[in-house]
């Protein structure tokens, strides 16, 4: 599998992507203002502070050149992972549903969290059991998921929200305590905490490697 | 511009003494105009000349194996092994943060951080290390608090530095006074290393980054050539506002521009701006060089020649490259967004000369620029009567020790920084391996299986107490951190806070501490490649606390074994190592208790402290033990308190009952630790030095026995006062 | 021609921001301030006022979660 | 009465956020826009008007580097 990861102007954790991108494949960094693709299998939209996050996270990035063609490509069906600031920038391309508010407690937050899977059937979560708890960090300013009552229902029903917090661990105030969802054809995902920065014990817990597992699954799975 | 000449009371007012200022015109041979004096003010300045600590800094040793650029670069830098050098440096951005605490301390780890891409390091770690007044007491500290750690957060977050460690200290003394200090670490290829001198007679000076706007332009305004009405105020901001955001691509510029070898030298804009970077670069080289003020990109358009030389707007690097390089070095600037312009140009006269299109508004001699500026001796003089006010008191001496041991863990200077540190990212780059409240010391992974290792420290109160033994502390606890994670030191970077050095005591107070750093940084081998001074810190009511902040970065072998501080196993073996002699004297137990501070502190055994500090090292690297802290604020009873709090497992412990038991739980000394491990390996430890075996891990509650008397308390009590901090940031 | 866009938190999501402002109000000895909401002033200089529809619904808001109104100024407004 | 206050950086204080949308809308392609300030926009009902000085120079707005300006409205905004 060959991914590549976005690179913006104040993209952070690009480099972070890619070396866990790498323990399941092959992974280049994708310059923002370029539209060649490079023929990857999947895309990578990447935390950080895209354009410093001035004015709204996410709302400047999401019209880059390298955004027009991954929106093609998802509309493709190609593999598409937002961490962070990268899901702050699908919501903000219509790329998924909802947006992300500033934290309820006013403040950029670190804390390790425990997401719960709710769905284990999906191209990014294959490699984990329904109901398990991964551990994984999670830090950032703006993650309170927001979306109105009626699709938040249509999320749910669809089998769209992924994965939750933790009811105690929900510091930055998430409706119906939302860490990640996914589009109706399911080909894109976006989450606040940070899987990339689980994949090694050194520096914390592997519990984040079992997503890029399960793209590489989808990935080679489609493959064959 | 105006055609009239500043006169002496301008030279005053830009704090100049009337014998510098003559000096100056001596210099120039003749008065200096506005340009000219707003140039000489600034490089003349504490700041930039270092004008009362110079002849003490130079006794510090600055000479090591691992040293690979010592003192007088924008950062010093040590060899880590395998072509890789570590660039560090601490800064203070105290003043800036009195004003505007967020904006202070963004725009101090912005600094800090150009100065270690300044030098070719990639910035892979922050830390801070903070003074307020005392929270409990004052709503203008918490005010600072609260927005000066949000600033750090704004900044080192948006540039993906991870902040990793730090410290903070509550004491009315620094109620005027706030101190903000950052301390960065780069990581690079040797062969990378940069310098700032400006080389090559006919290569072009380029300026990069922001634009240049009146940030900073406070003293210097006395030169506007217009008398400066109420309407002119808003003109001239003083307040410097950061742009993280800026900075990153100024960073990946910089970095690029670096592993393409195009620079020739290259230096970051801080204190003093285009002046003291331009003045240095041409002074290092020695050359000239020619700058036309109108070649800068302004934020404003109206901006005198005087205003755009002293301006100190951020994100900003000035850089000297080959004329035929211009076009590759802007190619790259214009691929980051980053604007640039070539603005002068180095020649051999030795002269900084200054343009205005072709207009000549300012010439200097780069030497009396530099290196001209007298240099003061201190008077120091022990004072005879206390500075220090006692703090109020905030804890019964009649209180049980059960509740004292509360009290303690739940005090601002000992309780969970929790609530300040989660505001910071310490992950970003996926190689920090302890991350606060882990470790004693911050962990950073190397390509090569090594670690890196870093703490900061600065106890001002003991060194109130006693300038010399307390900063002796200082330093060794900083070791201390390192060997509990295993790190052998490689260097030390220093932060001298103190008040007025014209002031008596307070050239004691800086001449002693000093003399300790030299002392202890000597002993441990590890040698001071770099630093900041950072005086006048007084007002009415007195100088701060005299406050040398202490950064020190060591070398592990193997990431893999990097200790830990908590408690790992229920039934393991809880010893304490090291000639550790505690005493209750400016201890946080006796500042509760609303003591005054005593007139001189124990006297600490160096070398012994040392050899101790290398078996721990040693056990924690062999894995022979488990845990490792080190024993500092409140006692041996708070740092088993934290060894069973990092770990959510309680522990009983015997403590030798002989003497005063107040003093053996909560007395405070270099050279104590806590380990644990298994029996057997305990038991080899005791082999190698002198050990106490005090206890066993386990169950929900922590207990310790001392003569007649018990402390036992429920974890969870414990926890609920160690979190007493997470009130103020509700 | 210099335009302002106000963009505002939509009615019924919560401004944590505007709830804090309002919280630390009585502790200042303010009374009798409530429903604050807290958003986003942009002021530009603008040749094509025409285009305003377009940046603010694109750029400027995020019309899921935010409003915004568009006011064009004569002059400069009293900086 | 309902009120607001617009808090502005002040002019000279660098704008980050400013300077990033203007950058920003020439990629987006919106031509001709220029001098983006970026401040914000505080609304809330207030008893007493008088007060509101008072409120913004010690809360809503930081003197040293924002300015503010306060509009009272009659009626509640076009929410
Ligand atoms: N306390 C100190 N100990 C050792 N070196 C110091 C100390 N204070 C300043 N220096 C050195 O003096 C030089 C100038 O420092 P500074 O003016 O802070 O530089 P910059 O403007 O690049 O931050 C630096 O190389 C710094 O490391
Ligand atoms: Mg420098």
């Known amino acids: 599998m060959k991914t590549g990861i976005l690179r913006f102007p104040g993209s952070c954790d690009e480099v972070d992507a890619q070396l866990a991108a790498q323990l399941v494949g092959e992974a280049v960094l994708l310059w923002h203002g370029d539209r060649d693709l490079q023929d990857v299998d999947a895309v990578i939209v990447p935390g950080g502070f895209s354009y410093g996050d001035y004015l709204r996270a996410g709302a400047i990035a999401r019209f880059s050149p390298v955004m027009e063609s991954v929106i093609e490509f998802a509309r493709d069906g190609g593999l598409v992972l937002g961490i962070c600031n990268g899901f702050q920038v699908l919501c903000e391309a219509g790329l998924l549903p909802g947006a992300l508010l500033p934290n309820a407690n006013r403040r950029f937050t670190f804390r390790q969290v425990e997401l719960e899977v709710v769905e284990a059937d999906t191209a990014f979560t294959s490699a984990c059991p329904a109901g398990e708890l991964l551990s994984i960090p999670a830090k950032h300013g703006s993650g309170r998921y927001y979306a109105d009552e009626a699709t938040l229902d249509q999320l749910e029903e669809s089998g769209q929200v992924v994965v939750r917090y933790r009811p105690d661990q929900n510091f930055n105030g998430s409706l119906r305590e939302i860490a990640g969802v996914r589009n109706t054809d399911g080909n894109v995902f976006g989450l606040m905490p940070h899987p990339e920065h689980a994949v090694d014990a050194l520096t914390g817990s592997t519990d984040g490697l079992r997503i890029f597992e399960s793209m590489r699954a989808a990935v080679e799975g489609a493959h064959v | ?64 194996p691992a040293v690979v650029m010592g003192p007088g670069e924008n950062a010093g830098a040590v060899d880590v092994g395998d072509g890789l050098i570590c660039a560090f440096k601490v800064e203070s951005h105290n003043h800036p943060s009195a004003v505007e605490p967020f904006q202070g301390a963004a725009t101090g780890v912005g600094g800090i951080l150009r100065d270690i891409f300044a030098i070719g390091a990639r910035p892979i770690a922050v830390l801070d290390s903070l003074r307020f007044g005392d929270i409990e007491a004052s709503e203008r500290s918490r005010y600072l608090l609260e927005h000066a750690v949000a600033g750090i957060g704004h900044y080192g977050n948006s540039i993906g530095v991870p902040t990793v460690g730090g410290e903070v200290y509550f004491e009315a003394a620094y109620e005027k006074n706030c101190l903000v200090n950052a301390m960065a670490l780069g990581l690079g290829p040797r062969e990378q290393l940069m310098r700032s001198a400006a080389a090559g007679v006919g290569n072009v000076v380029l ?22 009405g109420d309407a002119d105020d808003d003109k001239r901001p003083t307040v410097q506002v950061g742009d993280p955001f800026e900075e990153k691509k100024l960073m990946e510029c910089s970095l690029e521009l670096l592993e393409l070898g195009l620079i020739v030298s290259l230096q970051d804009l801080g204190a003093a701006g285009l002046t003291s970077s331009a003045c240095e670069m041409a002074s290092k080289g020695e050359v000239g060089i020619d700058i036309d003020v109108r070649k800068v990109p302004l934020r404003e358009a109206d901006m005198e020649p005087f205003e755009i030389m002293v301006s100190e707007s951020q994100e900003r690097m000035l850089c000297v490259i080959e004329p035929k390089d211009v076009d590759a070095v802007r190619a790259i600037c214009d691929k980051w967004e980053v604007s640039s312009a070539a603005i002068g140009e180095v020649t ?83 190689r920090t391996v302890r991350r606060p409240e882990q470790a004693d010391a911050a962990v950073l992974a190397l390509p090569n299986g090594s670690a890196l290792a870093v703490s900061i420290d600065g106890n001002g109160r003991r060194v109130a107490a006693d300038p010399y033994q307390g900063t002796l502390g200082v330093v060794l606890e900083c070791a201390s951190n390192l060997a509990c994670v295993g790190a052998q030191p490689l260097g030390t970077t220093n932060n001298l806070n103190f008040g007025n050095p014209e002031k008596p005591h307070v050239a004691w107070q800086l001449s002693e501490a000093v003399r300790a750093i030299a002392d202890a940084c000597t002993a441990l081998e590890a040698p001071i490649v770099g630093g900041n001074v950072s005086l006048y810190n007084e007002g009415a009511s007195g100088p701060i606390f005299p406050t040398p902040v202490i950064g020190m970065v060591g070398l592990m072998p193997d990431v893999s074994r990097a200790g830990r501080l908590g408690f790992v196993e229920e039934g393991e073996t809880i010893a304490l190592v090291g000639p550790f002699s505690p005493s209750l004297d400016a201890s946080e137990l006796s500042k509760l208790r609303g003591e005054p501070l005593p007139d001189g502190l124990p006297e600490v055994d160096i070398e012994a402290v040392r050899a101790v500090q290398l078996v721990v090292r040693d056990a924690v690297r062999e894995g022979l033990v488990d845990s490792a802290h080190d024993i500092a604020e409140g006692g041996i009873a708070v740092a088993l308190t934290e060894c069973a709090l990092a770990a959510s497992l309680g522990a009983a412990v015997t403590l030798d009952g002989q003497g005063d038991v107040w003093q053996a739980l909560f007395g405070e000394a270099s050279g104590g630790f806590i380990v644990c491990g298994h029996a057997t390996a305990i038991a080899q430890l005791s082999e190698r030095t002198e050990l106490i075996v005090i206890g066993k891990v386990g169950g929900d509650e922590l207990r310790i026995e001392v003569g007649d008397e018990v402390i036992e308390l429920a974890l969870s009590d414990l926890r609920t006062s160690h979190r007493s901090l997470e009130a103020l940031f509700q | 021609m210099r335009a302002r866009v106000l963009v505002r938190p939509k009615q019924g999501i919560l401004d944590p921001q505007g709830v804090a402002v309002e919280r630390a109000l009585p502790a200042l000895g303010f009374e009798g301030v409530s429903d604050v909401r807290i958003g986003r002033l942009v002021e530009l200089e603008i040749d094509d006022p025409a285009q305003l529809e377009a940046i603010s619904s694109s750029l400027l808001a995020n019309p899921l979660v935010e409003d915004f109104e568009i006011e064009l100024l004569e002059d400069a407004p009293s900086a």
């Open chain 2, 1 to 64: 511009m105006s055609e009239q000449l500043p006169a002496l009371k301008d030279a005053l007012a830009l704090g100049l003494t009337e014998a510098e200022y003559e000096l100056v015109c001596e210099k120039q041979g003749s008065p200096p105009n506005q340009v000219e004096l707003a140039m000489y003010s600034l490089l003349w300045s504490e700041h930039c000349a270092y004008k009362h600590s110079k002849k003490l800094l130079m006794t510090l040793p600055t000479e090591g």
């Open chain 2, 207 to 228: 300026i990069y980054g922001a634009s240049t706007g009146r940030d900073g332009i406070g003293g210097a305004s006395v030169l506007a050539s217009a008398e400066l």
């Open chain 2, 348 to 430: 051999d006269t030795r002269l900084m000369r200054i343009y205005s299109d072709a207009e000549l508004v300012g010439e200097m001699p780069v030497e009396a620029l530099v290196d001209d500026c007298p240099i003061y001796d201190l008077q120091p003089q022990k004072p005879s009567e206390p500075l220090y006010d006692a703090p109020p008191q905030r804890l019964d001496p009649s209180a049980s020790l059960s509740d004292s041991l509360l009290a303690l863990v739940g005090s601002p200077n000992i309780s969970s920084r929790r609530p300040l540190f989660e505001q910071y990212d310490p992950i970003v780059q996926s």
